[in-house]
């Protein structure tokens, strides 16, 4: 019986893949990613290793006998690395579904941990966060308005301290407005925008100071929001 490793990536700066994390790339059979264009990108940045292992799509959209065969392979032997396009698999990244497959057949499950988003954002809060939710990237459409609600229910009857929303640079603007509905525009956050990246931006200010600073957004986008006490 192989093993299953869920393997961290760099969000942005490849400097932090970690030593342990290239061991490991380089020793398995099937590296399970969620584009295989962006694993090849980032393993092809490091020439003097050798990777050698068959790269595989595992995203959303990969269930049923496509899974059951890649959880057979693992089953029979085959060590796999579980990535993500960017960061920790399963942080908003797909995954559940294989981990569980893995874990009901009794395949050994090793985390090797690195990048987030989330907790990088965490790291650079100017207030408590804790407790805080995480809800990742919003629906765009169907099932927004319920999430919304869900985040103003967590502040007010569940003592949260905090979340982190996920968003694209198309729309920021509209999940900003949003907050401002919801909370009121004096609310706190920390924005990250490109985090790791050449041009990261770390801001700091109110939701209604928010929409003045960016106009014009460009790049990927993190919102560390401090909720308002009940």
Same mark, same amino acid.
């Given at each position: 019986?192989?093993?299953? *490793?869920?393997?961290?990536?760099?969000?942005?700066?490849?400097?932090?893949?970690?030593?342990?994390?290239? %061991?490991?790339?380089?020793?398995?059979?099937?590296?399970?990613?969620?584009?295989?264009?962006?694993?090849?990108?980032?393993?092809?940045?490091?020439?003097?290793?050798?990777?050698?292992?068959?790269?595989?799509?595992?995203?959303?959209?990969?269930?049923?006998?496509?899974?059951?065969? +890649?959880?057979?392979?693992?089953?029979? #032997?085959?060590?796999?690395?579980?990535?993500?396009?960017?960061?920790?698999?399963?942080?908003?990244?797909?995954?559940?579904?294989?981990?569980?497959?893995?874990?009901?057949?009794?395949?050994?499950?090793?985390?090797?941990?690195?990048?987030?988003?989330? %907790?990088?954002?965490? &790291?650079?809060?100017?207030?408590?966060?804790?407790?805080?939710?995480?809800?990742?990237?919003?629906?765009?459409?169907? #099932?927004?308005? =319920? =999430?919304?609600?869900?985040?103003?229910? *967590?502040?007010?009857? *569940?003592?949260?301290? &905090?979340?982190?929303?996920?968003? &694209?640079?198309?729309?920021?603007?509209?999940?900003?407005?949003?907050?401002?509905?919801?909370? #009121? #525009?004096?609310?706190?956050?920390? +924005?990250?925008?490109?985090?790791?990246?050449?041009?990261?931006?770390?801001?700091?200010? %109110?939701?209604?100071?928010?929409?003045?600073?960016?106009?014009?957004?460009?790049?990927?986008? &993190?919102?560390?929001?401090?909720?308002?006490?009940?």
């Amino acid at each position: 019986m192989g093993t299953l *490793y869920v393997v961290a990536t760099p969000i942005g700066n490849l400097g932090d893949l970690s030593e342990r994390a290239l %061991t490991v790339l380089e020793q398995v059979h099937l590296i399970l990613a969620e584009d295989t264009r962006v694993t090849r990108k980032i393993l092809n940045q490091r020439q003097a290793r050798k990777f050698d292992a068959q790269l595989l799509r595992l995203d959303s959209h990969v269930h049923g006998i496509r899974l059951a065969n +890649i959880v057979d392979q693992i089953d029979r #032997g085959a060590d796999a690395a579980l990535v993500s396009d960017a960061g920790t698999p399963q942080v908003s990244d797909p995954g559940a579904a294989l981990v569980s497959e893995c874990n009901q057949r009794g395949i050994k499950i090793v985390p090797i941990p690195g990048a987030s988003a989330l %907790t990088t954002m965490i &790291s650079i809060a100017d207030f408590s966060v804790q407790p805080v939710v995480f809800f990742g990237f919003l629906p765009k459409k169907k #099932g927004r308005e =319920t =999430t919304l609600r869900r985040l103003k229910e *967590y502040s007010g009857h *569940y003592g949260a301290s &905090s979340a982190v929303i996920y968003e &694209s640079p198309e729309r920021l603007r509209r999940t900003l407005e949003n907050l401002i509905q919801l909370f #009121g #525009g004096q609310i706190h956050l920390v +924005i990250g925008r490109e985090l790791t990246k050449k041009f990261e931006e770390l801001w700091y200010g %109110t939701l209604e100071e928010s929409l003045t600073h960016f106009q014009s957004p460009r790049g990927e986008f &993190s919102l560390l929001l401090q909720l308002p006490k009940a």
